[in-house]
């Protein structure tokens, strides 16, 4: 593996140039929140990129992000308040406190025991934190947000005491959801359908299952067989009956399997 980071000191120093009076318009005008949205596509393109096994794009897609870390590094640079030497430091401070069975003389041999102590030694690094829900960030997807607050919870002893609880909290989620139906109450209908994916985000949980990446392969898999189902089509899928719908989409369900 070539150790040498001159590309990496020379990529640093075309983010200042672009950055610069003389430099592009575009990476001129750029805030921390004009970059935002960028941060969180450009994460999402390397994730699909995960999914798909593509080292070659995996490759693109890191630089992609790492583009992003470098930008918001050099608009702190500009501003004074850190730089990319910072970001670096700290990272790799907090890596070396966070695994003393590799840096010091800890005695850690599971992957589960790695978990505990990281979960314990940045509770000793984050004591401004009184919740368990302290420090979630509000910016990530609502999915992976319930599955990072039900699992604090769960430290701190809130647990279904069986799955079968589980399912039954499930199914009532579905009946409040019903009932406000039928009173027509658009906002508790709203509340009631946020608990049922709640819940339903536990009982992933509980049978080790990342909600995040189940919904995001559903969504793929539906994708592929509506594509596959207009391929198929002889007419307008608009001009389809639920018969005929139901019939084509066993077809490409059938096709794609093959």
């Known amino acids: 593996m070539n150790m040498n980071h001159k590309n990496l000191e020379e990529l640093i120093e075309v983010i200042a140039k672009l950055r610069a009076p003389d430099g592009c318009p575009w990476d001129r005008e750029q805030t921390h929140y004009s970059l935002r949205p960028n941060m969180l596509e450009e994460a999402y393109e390397a994730v699909d990129a995960i ?16 583009l992003q870390v470098l930008l918001h590094s050099q608009i702190a640079s500009e501003e004074g308040v850190f730089d ?38 940045k509770a000793e690094e984050k004591t401004e934190r009184i919740s368990a829900m302290d420090g979630l960030s509000r910016a990530q997807a609502a999915l992976i947000a319930a599955q990072k607050i039900s699992k604090r919870a769960v430290k701190q002893g ?28 658009k906002s508790h209908m709203e509340e009631e359908f946020g608990d049922i994916l709640f819940a339903t985000v536990n009982l992933a949980r509980w049978n080790k299952i990342d909600a995040e990446q189940a919904l995001l392969k559903a969504n793929k898999k539906f994708e592929k067989r509506f594509r596959k189902m207009e391929e198929l089509a002889t007419k307008p899928l608009t001009e389809y009956s639920i018969e005929e719908y139901d019939k084509l989409w066993k077809q490409a369900k059938k096709e794609i399997q093959q």
């Open 158 to 185: 809130f647990e279904w005491p069986d799955e079968e609880t589980l399912y039954e909290c499930i199914m009532s989620e579905f009946d409040e959801f019903k009932q406000a139906k039928k009173e027509n109450d």
């Open 51 to 66: 999914d798909d096994n593509d080292m070659a794009h995996l490759k693109e897609e890191l630089g992609d992000v790492l």
């Open 84 to 121: 990319i030497d910072d970001v670096s430091k700290e990272l790799k401070d907090k890596l070396i406190h966070r695994h003393p069975h590799v840096f010091g003389n800890a005695n850690i041999k599971t992957a589960e025991d790695v978990k505990k102590e990281w979960d314990k030694l």
